[in-house]
């Protein structure tokens, strides 16, 4: 109570008050351009104390000590007070320290009122609301911000104030505050509307309450329109009055109506999380059989989507005739009387085939005893006619050696460990594939390094056609369940290979794992550099105009990476990705400046090592752009939502952070310190993922997550990591063959209008998402074959030096030498290019490109693939290529 408060006041107009009690000396003014707490034009000022009062505050009902300012002095930028470990309240109780330094000042407790949470309580929900916390937003300090910031005070809330719109933008961002009150009393000072329209804009604000502070409407005036304030995003209006018993009230109705409600219904996302994610059926109506609700298990069994079934009348969808007359009858008796039904139903798909149910219909009951709604829980009943409905692969038939385009000819020459095309043709009735724009699918697992499970697949696929129909039905069962187990490992290595195609494959697809005894060769890691000691590059609207010209291309497949990496002095990552990054809104929706992403693009860059011939952030930004690119094709857009998209951008920016320019297998070989981390496995993706994350959010500066809300980072952080995961090769086939399976089989099927049953919105299910999300990062990270002939020529000759670094490493330290063939004296970089080709990269894009539509990057490869069958007929052993700049 003896305690004098110190008040700090920033140049953003956001006010502090702190009491210490290390110091006797209320008033030590200090100019606020001075010292560690100089507050930023527009930013919060950081301040240790969390809690505090604002200035020229009378005693108010919990008697805090009386503290008065003159108006000139609040206006002057001076600041007072001292600064300790300790801060407490005027009733000498500790207060909570900010979190962040854009956080707002805090209310300090100085009631006799203990705060604590508030236990809620939603149905069979028990939930836990923590103190409510309130942000006033007043340009200047007056009798209406006084009443609600002892309002606040009186009722136990956190209170934060601000003063302008930036500053009230940013903390809210950081506390996301349950009710916001803004003066709307006059307009000079900002326009209290078009601050609230920003606040909406956000993801925060959908559960926050906010309050508009109005004139009081003079006699000769008729009262205003409500309306005007409800359009700009406002819930309730308070006319203007001091009175903080009036304040008081108005928060607590607030908190008791609009709030608790608010808490409620964001409760109510954890439950239809669980639905969402509920392996049954479930099926929502209203009382009148509305269709409310379907989850994905649902929209699955049915082969509606359920932009097909919300709003619908259950009466309007077909019906199967396998029912009783009576049984709709029978249940609705049932369900009307509020009674819980189940028993055994058909219904009929989309497709127009019906299938069994066991089905629970409960009744929801509502305030006074009425019926609300119906919930629906469906399980297939497990008989043999139900075998039918699950989904069918789609079969392909017919030789279609006469129907592939001429860029993919050369891939005659490969040996075929099954005829499984001569099988699948005889006996076929298939139509005619002549007028595919695409190749057929059965195409995609005719190659020589091929899993035991793709051969099981096509062979079934083959004995399907003329098997009697219990028996095919039988078979799609199967088909189903080998779809979904982890057999996609492939057989590698035949001694007849040719041995450019061995190592290269055995380097890429293996550990490599070949240790000598007492030899432990420890892989010493560049120092990474702090992107405290670079250069702040500029903003992405004033670059030179050298790479201002550059980057007015980006969007085109052709654009010339090596020529932004000799403008920018091998700094080509940050410009690209302020320039993509902007282009897909990734700063609006991480609520992140411009300022963060910059230095978080320069941080990721500062870890790349320029050294490597390869692995470099000029790898780093092809990748972006590429992916880019792929984002921008229709039906990849169609697929995936925002988060995805920002995911993958970022996932293509950090994919080689830190790349030593070494491989996995000689790092489990050199027994490095990475390779003991992981435990040999995934070794450099993992450390990519991991270093990234830790490079991200050990600095504010740069973190791009800090005010995206928990849930989404955890989202967003899974789709990082497996996609960068996923460019990991000793999972290439299993990621292409299961891509091939979900998502292009079905929509083959689909556009030749077959009797395939598959859904053809399937794309848009969360796990064929991930599997389109890995294959796009996949095609971006090796699109090099795809690139115009003069940018291949280029990346052949960057991997290769890479690859001959590494051997001339292993030699030196005695290490096993994982790809031999890579000796800078004896490579053929022309053979190893046609077996990356061949064994990678066709496939893989020849998938890619049916989902896609990638014409131009098709012909590239062909060409290509041409040039480099050119050189090697002519027995070319290297190729000279432009040193590098």
Not at 419 to 446: C, E, F
Not at 551 to 573: C, G, M, Q, Y
Not at 874 to 880: A, G, N, P
Request: aromatic content about 6%; glycine content about 4%; some cysteine.
């Amino acid at each position: 109570m003896g305690c004098a408060p110190s008040i700090h006041v920033s140049q953003s107009g956001v006010i502090y008050c702190r009491d210490s009690d290390e110091s006797n000396s209320p008033r030590q003014t200090s100019s606020l351009s001075q010292g560690p707490t100089a507050p930023l034009h527009g930013l919060f000022v950081q301040t240790d104390a969390a809690d505090a009062m604002p200035p020229s505050r009378a005693a108010g009902p919990s008697g805090a000590v009386r503290v008065r300012r003159s108006r000139a002095e609040l206006g002057s930028g001076s600041s007072t007070g001292s600064s300790g470990p300790a801060v407490t309240t005027c009733r000498g109780r500790r207060r909570h320290c900010c979190s962040s330094a854009e956080a707002e000042t805090q209310t300090s407790y100085t009631s006799v009122k203990q705060v604590s949470s508030a236990e809620v309580r939603i149905g069979p929900m028990r939930l836990t609301q923590d103190p409510i916390q309130v942000l006033l937003i007043f340009a200047k300090e007056d009798s209406q911000s006084d009443g609600f910031w002892w309002a606040c005070d009186r009722a136990g809330y956190r209170c934060n104030i601000a003063r302008t719109p930036e500053s009230a933008l940013e903390c809210f961002l950081d506390k996301h505050h349950e009710i916001i009150v803004i003066d709307h009393r006059q307009t000079r000072n900002f326009d209290a509307e078009a601050v609230c329209r920003s606040i909406r804009a956000t993801n925060p604000s959908e559960h926050t309450v906010i309050l508009a502070v109005v004139s009081q409407a003079s006699d000769d005036h008729e009262e205003a329109s409500v309306l005007p304030l409800l359009h700009a995003g406002f819930n309730r209006r308070f006319m203007e009055n001091s009175s903080i018993i009036a304040c008081y009230n108005e928060l607590i109705q607030i908190e008791h109506g609009e709030v608790r409600s608010q808490f409620k219904l964001r409760a109510c996302n954890s439950v239809f999380t669980a639905l969402d994610h509920c392996h049954e059926a479930i099926e929502i109506t209203s009382d009148d059989h509305v269709i409310q609700y379907v989850n994905p298990a649902f929209e699955r069994m049915m082969g509606y989507h359920k932009g097909e079934l919300l709003g619908k009348e259950l009466a309007d969808l077909p019906k199967s005739d396998k029912n009783r007359a009576d049984l709709l009858d029978t249940i609705n008796t049932c369900i009307k009387k509020g009674k819980e039904w189940q028993g055994v139903y058909y219904a009929r798909r989309k497709s127009g085939d019906s299938i069994q149910q066991h089905v629970k219909i409960t009744p929801v009951i509502g305030q006074g005893g009425k019926i609300r709604h119906f919930v629906s829980l469906k399980k297939l009943c497990c008989t043999t006619d139900n075998n039918k409905q699950i989904h069918r692969i789609h079969r392909d038939s017919g030789d279609n050696s006469q129907t592939e385009p001429p860029s993919f000819r050369h891939k005659s020459r490969r040996k075929e460990s099954i005829d499984v095309k001569s099988i699948s043709s005889r006996g076929s009735d298939a139509p005619s594939l002549q007028n595919r724009r695409y190749p057929s699918m059965a195409r995609i697992h005719s190659m020589t390094i091929e899993a035991p499970i793709t051969k099981v697949i096509n062979i079934i696929n083959a004995a399907q056609e003329n098997s009697p129909v219990t028996v095919a039905e039988a078979l799609d069962r199967v088909l189903e369940i080998l779809r979904t187990t982890e057999l996609y490992s492939p057989q590698l290595g035949t001694k007849d290979e040719d041995p450019h195609t061995s190592d290269l494959v055995g380097g890429l697809m293996t550990d490599g794992l070949r240790r000598l005894s007492g030899n432990e060769y420890v892989f010493t890691k560049n120092v990474h550099q702090s992107h405290s000691h670079l250069a702040m590059p500029i903003t992405i609207n004033d670059v030179p105009t050298s790479i201002a010209q550059l980057l007015d291309n980006e969007e085109s497949w052709d654009f010339n990476i090596f020529e932004l990496e000799a403008v920018t002095h091998k700094r080509p990552l940050v410009y690209l990705g302020l320039k993509v990054f902007s282009r897909f809104g990734v700063c609006e929706f991480l609520n992140c400046t411009e300022t963060t992403l910059r230095a978080w693009l320069q941080v990721i860059e500062a870890n790349y090592h320029s050294s490597n011939a390869y692995h470099n952030s000029t790898h780093a930004a092809d990748v972006l752009h590429a992916t880019a690119f792929f984002l921008g094709k229709e039906r990849v857009k169609g697929s995936l939502d925002q988060l995805d998209e920002v995911a993958a951008l970022i996932a293509a920016t950090v994919h080689d952070v830190d790349h030593p320019g070494r491989t996995n297998s000689f790092l489990c070989n050199a027994g490095s310190e990475l390779a003991v981390l992981y435990n040999d496995t995934a070794v450099l993706e993992s450390h990519h993922t991991a270093l990234a994350f830790q490079l991200t959010v050990k600095d504010t500066k740069c973190n791009i997550f800090k005010n995206i809300d928990r849930n989404h980072y955890r989202t967003l952080r899974q789709a990082i990591i497996d996609m960068v995961l996923a460019t990991e090769m000793t999972k290439h086939f299993e990621h292409v063959n299961k891509f091939v399976n979900s998502i292009n089989k079905p929509l083959a099927a689909e556009s030749e209008g077959s009797d395939c049953e598959c859904n053809p919105t399937g794309k848009n299910f969360p796990e064929n998402q991930i599997l389109i999300k890995r294959m796009m990062i996949k095609c971006a990270d090796v699109a090099n074959p795809c690139r115009p002939l003069d940018l291949c020529i280029e990346w052949a000759g960057r991997i290769s030096e890479e690859y001959f670094a590494q051997t001339d490493e292993e030699k030196r330290q005695g290490l096993p030498v994982v790809m031999p063939v890579f000796d800078r004296n004896t490579c053929s970089i022309p053979k190893s290019q046609i077996s990356f080709i061949d064994y990678f990269i066709t496939d893989m894009f020849d998938a890619w490109d049916a989902f896609a539509h990638l014409p131009a990057l098709m012909q590239h490869l062909a060409d290509n693939y041409k040039h480099w069958k050119t050189l090697d007929d002519l027995k070319c052993k290297s190729l000279r290529l432009p040193s590098e700049s």
